[in-house]
């Protein structure tokens, strides 16, 4: 048995509003398991060995639900465009890129680099529809020590030639292939069914990815509605369905035989949102994105209320940044232009609310991550502040502290990084 103990200013979500501190306390690691923070070391694991950041803050790894790793090669740039003309004028066109398998995997090793460096423990990704880079990605991934889910993207239509596969059932086809390669492979990367979303395929492919999922089990990621042009095309494209929700869903690609994130979830309408709670779907809110595509302004508040499952995302490339701390900042600023500009009944999102959707919120995904309560998994990130100049009115308490590191740190201010109790840096 494997025992340790994490000393410093612990902080965690004990539920969506409120945090649980612990200044100068204990976290016990067992088997790469919380067994709960105390504010001394227990009598029954006095002799367990100590890692001592006495005066650093310790809080659970971030959560990223929705990300492209192909895309962290143009992230910061092509800003000037709706989602649409940005994925055919931009996006497509270096995701095809990806078929050279030497592209790939220079391009996959810078990603997967800056992630392993980053504030993020665990993360839910789209690959490219190419078979042979989305193991490369796979590969890269699980040498990081990080958890993720990872997805062949399927297209069969609505795309340039060099980013379409042939036909739905040669799309089909592939994604089996795959996943038999990949089976027993990893540890800790996990293959994720993702459909890229509703125009990109046909009735015939969306048909076939169901079927995987029912007889695999396996989880779905998809963008649902995201943007005012796309959610139009899609009522065009699928005439038949009561809402883009259930476009998905009548394929079994929406939740609930295995789990689904849905990316965004903007604009999305009552009877939406009432099949997403029916089902369990998880929302990815991703507010960085949602501002450089002008795309929306999520009602995450209503989600939260409702008790739809959500957590936060980055969405690399339209969002710039792998940077979760800054997510949770735009998280808390785009609730409250939310209430300001369009619905004042939704308070605002409180800090410590978006502070739990990019831990406990998004980790539910994973099972029992994103808190250090008994049981969750020992994912833990221990902080710097040492960049950040200390006020002199007043010492601060450790939530002080985490607010002005959130929204004055950046990536490189993580000090040390645990997944599974396993320490990465
Ligand atoms: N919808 C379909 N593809 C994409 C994508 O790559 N990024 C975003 N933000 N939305 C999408
Ligand atoms: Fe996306």
């Not at 996006?91 to 504030?119: H, M, N």
């Not at 665990?122 to 990080?146: C, D, N, P, Q, Y």
């Not at 038999?180 to 015939?204: K, L």
């Amino acid at each position: 048995m494997s025992r340790f103990i994490l000393k410093g200013d612990i902080l965690y979500s004990e539920t969506p509003s409120k945090l649980s501190t612990w200044k100068d306390g204990v976290l016990i690691v067992e088997d790469g398991v919380s067994k709960g923070v105390f504010p001394e070391v227990p009598a029954s694991f006095a002799n367990a060995p100590i890692h001592d950041y006495t005066g650093h803050l310790i809080i659970p790894g971030l959560i990223d639900l929705h990300l492209h790793a192909p895309q962290y090669a143009f992230r910061g740039m092509w800003m000037d465009e709706e989602l649409l003309d940005w994925l055919n004028k931009h996006t497509f066109p270096i995701e095809a890129r990806y078929k050279e398998a030497a592209f790939a995997e220079e391009a996959y090793k810078i990603f997967t680099q800056d992630l392993r460096r980053s504030a993020t423990t665990r993360a839910v990704m789209f690959s490219t529809i190419h078979k042979e880079a989305t193991i490369r990605l796979m590969e890269a991934m699980e040498e990081t020590g990080l958890v993720s889910y990872v997805g062949k993207v399927n297209m069969d239509r609505h795309s340039p030639d060099i980013l379409r596969e042939e036909s739905a059932q040669a799309s089909v086809q592939d994604t089996i292939a795959w996943l038999d390669e990949v089976a027993g492979r990893f540890q800790n990367t996990h293959p994720i069914i993702t459909p890229r979303f509703v125009p990109s395929c046909s009735d015939e492919l969306m048909e076939g990815l169901g079927a995987i999922v029912k007889e695999r089990g396996l989880p779905v990621q998809s963008h649902l509605s995201e943007n005012y042009s796309e959610i139009e095309w899609v009522k065009q494209l699928s005439p038949d369905s009561a809402n883009y929700g259930d476009a998905y869903d009548r394929f079994h690609l929406f939740g609930s035989e295995g789990k689904a994130i849905m990316a965004h979830c903007n604009h999305s309408p009552d009877e939406e949102v009432r099949l997403m709670k029916r089902r369990g779907t998880f929302v990815a809110h991703c507010p960085d994105s949602n501002a450089n595509l002008a795309s929306g302004i999520a009602p995450v508040r209503r989600y939260l209320d409702e008790g739809v499952h959500v957590g936060l995302g980055t969405d690399v490339a339209g969002g710039a940044t792998v940077s979760l701390f800054t997510t949770i900042r735009e998280a808390v600023q785009h609730s409250k232009l939310r209430w300001r500009l369009v619905d004042g009944e939704l308070p605002w999102l409180t800090f410590a609310e978006a502070f739990f959707l990019a831990t406990a919120g998004g980790g539910a995904f994973f099972g029992k991550v994103g808190s250090f309560a008994e049981g969750f998994a020992a994912d833990a990130l221990v902080l710097d502040e040492h960049g950040i100049p200390t006020p002199l009115m007043k010492e601060l308490t450790p939530q002080e502290r985490l607010e002005r590191f959130i929204y004055l740190g950046h990536e490189g201010s993580v000090l040390h990084k645990y997944v599974q109790g396993v320490k990465l840096f």
